[in-house]
């Protein structure tokens, strides 16, 4: 079983940018799928961006498309997520998880979720 560890979080001024890191545990990082998702107070878990076991592929949110890169380095197991032009709707505990899927976007597709990060954007 995977273990997930994110970290990166922060308090950042809107139009700033943050790098989110997910660190795993296991050596079968390389056979899923990883996504990140993002969870603000009173709402439900949303997603944000996913990427292929290869890093070959990756989908996102159209709501934060242009903005997130996602992005992963098997040789670490790592997975990452880019953030730029931060807005204060962005705020919320981002978290990673991982799938058997081949490039997912639900959240009941993903499991092993990590504990999360803190990513607050004052205005």
């Known amino acids: 079983q995977v273990q997930l560890v994110e970290s990166g979080g922060g308090l950042v001024q809107a139009g700033g940018s943050l790098r989110l890191s997910c660190a795993a545990s296991?050596?079968?990082?390389?056979?899923?799928?990883m996504g990140w998702f993002r969870q603000a107070p009173g709402k439900e878990r949303e997603f944000v961006a996913a990427?292929?076991?290869?890093?070959?592929?990756?989908t996102y949110a159209d709501s934060v498309k242009g903005r997130f890169t996602i992005s992963r380095d098997n040789a670490k197991n790592a997975v990452y997520l880019q953030i730029l032009s931060l807005k204060p709707e962005d705020t919320a505990v981002y978290h990673c998880?991982?799938?058997?899927?081949?490039?997912?976007?639900?959240?009941?597709?993903?499991?092993?979720w990590g504990q999360g990060t803190q990513v607050t954007v004052s205005s």
């Open positions: 296991g050596r079968t990082f390389s056979s899923y799928a």
């Open positions: 998880a991982v799938s058997s899927f081949l490039l997912p976007t639900s959240v009941r597709n993903f499991g092993s």
């Open positions: 990427i292929d076991k290869n890093g070959g592929m990756t």
